[in-house]
Each structure stands twice: as C-alpha cells, then as structure tokens.
C-alpha cells in the first residue's frame, strides 16, 4: 500500500521534475557568477590562465569529492570520457578567450546556438526552419553595423564554444551513465591535461600569485564544480531536448549578471539578438512532440 501512494501522489511527480529543472537555474548562477569573477583576472593571467585555474583545480577538487577510480570504466564509456573531457577544455578555453573581446551576454547568446543546434538537429519538420531563422537573425544583429561592430575574433571564439557546447552535451549525455559525479571529475581531469600546462606557458609564475589563487579558487567552485556537477545531475533525469529549453536563458542571465557585477551595457539592439537566440532555443523544445528526444 505505501509503495501505490508513492506511485501515484501528484507532489512527488512535480517535486521529481522540478528538481533537475532547479539544478539547471542554480548551475546558471553559479556558472556566470564565476565568469564575471574571472573577467578581473584577465588582465593578470590572460584567458588561458583563467582557463588552467578553472579547470586545474575544478579536477582536484572533484577527484578529491568523488574518487571516480572506485567504479569500473568500460571502453566505450571511456571513449565517451575523452571526447567529453576535451570538449569540456576547448569550451572553457574558446569562452574565456570570447569574453576577454566582447560582453559576457553576447558571447553567451552566441554559444548557447550550440544547444539549439542539438534541439534542432535530430527535427524533420518544415515548422522548425522557423526557430533556424530566429536564431540566425539574432546572430545577424550582431555583425557590424556603422563601426559599431564587436570584434569578430571575439565572436569566432563564441562559436568556437558553441560547438564544444554541443558535443558536450552529446557526450555528457553518454558518460552521465557513470555513477554520482564519476563523468564529471574523470571529465574535468581529461580537459587539465591539455589546459593546464597551456596555461602555464602562457602566464608563467602568475599563476601562483596567492591573490590569483584565491580567486582562481572561487571560480573553479563557482563556474566548474558546482555547475558542472548539478548539469550531470540534470542530464541524468532530463532527455537532451529539455536541456537544450533551459538553458536558453543562459544569455539573459549572463547579461543580467555582466551589468550588475561588471557594469556591462548592451545596446536596444544587442538586447534584441539575445532575445532573438533565446526565442529560437525555446521555441524549438516547446514545439517538440511529447516524448520526442529522451534518451
């Protein structure tokens, strides 16, 4: 009798699909909170510092919480892990390098095409050329206009890392079968391999400043830990598609988070093609068919 009430007490269906949805809004937060906090260390260790701290502790520090190496890892998980690792490196890395050239939102709004681009991608649907255009006009309005243009290094990188994005989200996928948060810390130890001594090369004894240590700190919990942690906890419950919707207020929240903590100011029309980008992902996932997408 108490497993039936369990099975069909309506709370604890909502209270199950809420909570992946609130790890994704709390890995949000966190995620740029952090960007904004590595913005300040730009200028001391470049983005490829940033990168090797964020990424170089981020791997100690979940090693250390989820010593992945009790559970067993077969090939093909394995095969997974590497290419999940490395896009997890090339996504921070390509960021970084955006925000050092061009506000926090845009970069964002420009990365986030790479979740679109999973939601969009497995549709046959004539409807869904829509949700491309939208995004695409958004992208549109941020090419230059009357030399107020961004710096079109910065947007290539932002692309850069929307294709990581994607990937990461394919592979994630794949490797959240791994117990607890196993995917993540043998992930983060894949991307320092190539991050870290990057960012040595690149910022010398800088690096271990205790200033630059300190904050690389906070942005290794606030932008790797924690959100990675909480979007493996989310991937595990929610279908591919689902992820793709939620995410799609990533670049309101990093352009809400740029103006308060870095005074970032976006132009009318800049607004815009974030609006624009973040409609297209959402119209995409809301347009789905029930059940369409889950793993």
């Known amino acids: 009798m108490a497993n039936a009430s369990f099975q069909t007490d309506p709370a604890s269906k909502t209270d199950s699909a809420a909570l992946p949805l609130l790890f994704l809004l709390a890995s949000l937060l966190s995620q740029y909170v952090g960007a904004a906090s590595a913005k300040s260390l730009f200028p001391l260790v470049g983005a490829e510092g ?33 290419v999940y690792g490395a896009t997890l490196g090339a996504m921070n890395l390509c960021i970084y390098r955006a925000m050092e050239l061009i506000p926090i939102g845009i970069a964002i709004a420009i990365e986030v095409t790479g979740p679109l681009a999973v939601a969009l991608l497995g549709s046959r649907r004539l409807r869904d050329v829509l949700w491309i255009v939208c995004a695409a006009a958004g992208l549109g309005l941020l090419l230059p206009v009357e030399g107020a243009a961004l710096d079109p290094l910065g947007v290539a990188y932002a692309a850069a890392a929307a294709l990581c994005w994607a990937l990461y989200i394919v592979f994630g996928k794949r490797a959240s079968s ?23 090369a690149h910022a010398g004894a800088a690096l271990l400043a205790p200033g630059v240590l300190l904050v690389g700190l906070a942005v290794a919990v606030l932008s790797s830990m924690a959100p990675y942690s909480l979007e493996m906890a989310a991937l595990r419950r929610l279908p591919s598609h689902v992820f793709g919707l939620a ?49």
């Open 247 to 295: 995410v799609s207020a990533s670049p309101a929240v990093a352009s809400i988070v740029g103006f308060v903590l870095l005074g970032e100011r976006l132009s009318l029309l800049q607004w815009a093609a974030v609006a624009l980008v973040m409609l297209a992902s959402a119209g995409s996932v809301l347009a789905r068919p029930r059940g369409a997408g889950k793993a």
């Open 50 to 82: 940033v990168t090797a701290l964020r990424v170089g502790i981020s791997a100690v520090l979940l090693l250390a919480l989820w010593r992945p190496w009790r559970s067993r890892v077969g090939g093909r998980d394995l095969r997974n892990l590497i």
């Open 178 to 200: 791994l117990p607890g948060g196993s995917a993540v810390a043998w992930g983060m130890l894949v991307a320092a391999t190539f991050t870290v001594p990057l960012g040595a």
